[in-house]
């Protein structure tokens, strides 16, 4: 049995939460909380020394620390339905996608809030080492937080899906980057329709609701 080190409030561990949903890959959980710093205690450093979640614990004792071996691993192993792409046309314009998600949206908004939040003092990046905020970052996540509602709301006009004409991990990314956006008080609104339509189309699977 897969084993999904997890934290319920997180975005980057619901990204690995969505995608086995979507599998439908039977598996454990252990919540890691986040907020209490038990990710930085020794319990967990003894499994995941660079004190991230999520981490997926393979049925074969492999242990996976990061959302993009996760996928591929999981992709690999679980190949129906495919959400990484069929072919390599598929393949490479959903990587290119989900990768826009992840540089211009996810991890602006986590710039904008880990430089920022005053219980993240000395925590403004993942991992074992505490780095210092620096507030002007966080102002240039604001910033490029917006401007990926922009992007995304353009890319999405007259499409049902971000890549490749199929729901994809790109998807996934984008939908738990708009909802992680709410902790920075960035949302999508009317001048958003096309990203508004899509939000609302994500929201009937039933993944999304993890």
């Not at 290119?96 to 880990?114: I, T």
């Not at 910033?143 to 490749?164: K, S, T």
Request: charged share 25%; net charge neutral.
């Amino acid at each position: 049995m897969l084993t999904l080190y997890d934290c319920a409030t997180a975005p980057n561990p619901r990204r690995a939460r969505i995608l086995l949903a979507e599998k439908d890959v039977a598996h454990d959980t252990v919540q890691i909380d986040l907020r209490s710093g038990e990710h930085l205690g020794a319990a967990y450093r003894a499994v995941n020394p660079q004190c991230t979640v999520p981490a997926l614990r393979t049925d074969d004792g492999l242990l996976l620390t990061d959302n993009a071996a996760i996928s591929a691993w999981l992709e690999a192993r679980f190949p129906q339905p495919p959400l990484l792409g069929s072919t390599p046309e598929e393949k490479a314009e959903i990587a290119s996608w989900n990768w826009r998600m992840e540089f211009d949206g996810l991890l602006a908004v986590a710039e904008a809030l880990r430089n920022s939040a005053p219980a993240m003092t000395n925590r403004a990046l993942p991992g074992p080492i505490d780095y210092a905020q620096i507030p002007a970052l966080a102002e240039r996540g604001l910033a490029r937080a917006q401007q990926f509602l922009v992007m995304l709301d353009e890319r999405l006009a007259g499409r049902d899906f971000i890549a490749a004409d199929r729901f994809s991990i790109a998807d996934i990314t984008a939908v738990v980057t708009v909802d992680f956006a709410r902790v920075v008080k960035i949302r999508p609104d009317e001048r958003h329709p096309h990203l508004q339509r899509w939000r609302a189309a994500m929201a009937q699977r039933p993944s999304m609701s993890l």
